[in-house]
T-cell receptor, first 114, second 117 residues
Framework: KNQVEQSPQSLIILEGKNCTLQ??????????LRWYKQDTGRGPVSLTI?????NTKSNGRYTATLDADTKQSSLHITASQLSDSASYIC?????????????FGKGTHLIIQP | NAGVMQNPRHLVRRRGQEARLRCSPV?????VYWYRQLPEEGLKFMVY????????ESGMPKERFSAEFPKEGPSILRIQQVVRGDSAAYFC???????????????FGQGTRLTVV
């Protein structure tokens, strides 16, 4: 069964600090991995998409890594800001991942404290 | 360039009433997906549509729920005879091609929060 597990479930850090969110998946055959940011009460917004051949991708202060061998991904946030407070969702795309091809993690709820 | 537009943002219905949720995809996108999200839960796939066709509705309850994406106009998710358990956030996403293919980007709307009282 295709699954995406994210850790931690929730995380609280101080403004200005860095943090790393983890994603493990068992989706097969793998096509690509996406990280989304979902602010409270809003829809998910794409941060990065990585295909099999990419092992790192950056979007401003967000850097995603992918290890297709161990089926792990991480999202690193540098110099956190209050506006980074949100849920971060890892989504893996593959054949058999549902009719939309996507398997969603439950997300990591990140809180940035001043 | 408007993104995915969903309306209404909030909808309150009494038990037994009908709820109609609308989704206008990004201009030029012919693939629409509906998802349901409960508090503290991940997004759950409901239905995948292309213009005038339901491609897969395996995530949608067989009774009371229906979806359409007509040739003209928005996609509609319709819930008949709503019950308290239908209370959730419903998100629509659109893409120019199937999201399971390569790195096709999916764009999400802001969601409709349905509350059944």
């Amino acid at each position: 069964k295709n699954q995406v597990e994210q850790s931690p479930q929730s995380l609280i850090i101080l403004e200005g600090k860095n943090c790393t969110l983890q994603c493990n998946y068992t989706v097969s055959p793998f096509s690509n991995l996406r990280w989304y940011k979902q602010d409270t009460g809003r829809g998910p917004v794409s941060l990065t998409i990585m295909t099999f051949s990419e092992n790192t991708k950056s979007n401003g202060r967000y850097t995603a890594t992918l290890d297709a061998d161990t089926k792990q991904s991480s999202l690193h946030i540098t110099a956190s800001q209050l506006s980074d407070s949100a849920s971060y969702i890892c989504v893996v795309s593959a054949m058999g991942g549902g009719a939309d091809g996507l398997t969603f993690g439950k997300g990591t709820h990140l809180i940035i404290q001043p | 360039n408007a993104g995915v537009m969903q309306n209404p943002r909030h909808l309150v219905r009494r038990r037994g009433q009908e709820a109609r949720l609308r989704c206008s995809p990004v201009k030029g996108h012919s693939h629409v997906y509906w998802y349901r999200q409960l508090p503290e839960e991940g997004l759950k796939f409901m239905v995948y549509l292309q213009k005038e066709n339901i491609i897969d509705e395996s995530g949608m309850p067989k009774e009371r729920f229906s979806a359409e994406f007509p040739k003209e106009g928005p996609s509609i998710l319709r819930i008949q005879q709503v019950v308290r358990g239908d209370s959730a956030a419903y998100f629509c996403a659109s893409s120019p091609a199937w999201t399971g293919d390569r790195a096709t980007e999916a764009f999400f709307g802001q969601g409709t929060r349905l509350t059944v009282v």
